[in-house]
């Protein structure tokens, strides 16, 4: 997908979803003297992700000056070739009529997606990707209390495991020895799964010192 920041309009909050980036997308951020800073993590993401990455700064100011570039560039991406979608970024209602124009003209494959952030830009995709269902998967509302107790019940284990492991050599594996308790479903399971994981003799080590937590 092609992404299309309007980054005068939506700032940092616009790149929200940055780690769901590919490196088959292109991105573009339009920026202004008025918004030249871009916060560091975002762009790392942005950076990491491998994407094809370009920046556009506006030459001079002028009502919806910024608009006009992106406009101007959806065109030359299709005008081009580009057989995907393009995802204008911006709160801007009036680029509904640039989705419009090419969305009345494309080819199967072409669309322009409208959104405020990377994320719903994304989500309105509908791509038959994983991307796509590890966001809706992520943005999935949950019972606040439900969650909640869940936390309390992994912050206990994390306590007594903590003092099991405490001052023992196993002691900075304690993260990962908490995954492996919790997926455990009976004895010879977490067995396995000790050894799998720390190998023969750490993880037999560790065993011995869990299985009497296994319920």
Request: charged share 30%; glycine share 8%; net charge positive.
């Amino acid at each position: 997908m092609y992404f299309l920041i309007d980054f005068e309009n939506v700032g940092n909050e616009g790149l929200r979803g940055a780690q769901y980036l590919l490196k088959e997308d292109a991105m573009t951020i339009f920026f202004s003297q008025a918004c030249e800073q871009i916060g560091q993590g975002c762009l790392r993401q942005i950076m990491d992700s491998f994407c094809r990455l370009d920046i556009c700064k506006l030459k001079k100011t002028g009502k919806n000056a910024l608009d006009f570039y992106i406009a101007a560039k959806t065109g030359e991406i299709f005008g081009s070739g580009y057989p995907g979608k393009a995802a204008i970024v911006s709160r801007d209602q009036g680029f509904a009529a640039v989705r419009d124009y090419w969305n009345s003209r494309r080819k199967p494959s072409r669309q322009v997606i409208l959104g405020s952030n990377l994320e719903q830009c994304i989500l309105s995709a509908n791509e038959n990707h994983i991307r796509t269902t590890q966001l809706r998967e992520e943005l999935k509302p949950v019972r606040l209390e439900t969650e909640f107790a869940r936390y309390e019940e992994r912050a206990k284990i994390r306590e007594i495991l903590k003092q099991a492991f405490e001052d023992t050599a196993y002691e900075e594996k304690l993260g990962r020895i908490q995954e492996v308790f919790e997926r455990q479903s009976d004895k010879k399971v977490l067995y396995l799964d000790s050894v799998k994981t720390f190998g023969k003799k750490d993880g037999l080590e560790i065993y011995r010192k869990i299985r009497g937590l296994a319920g």
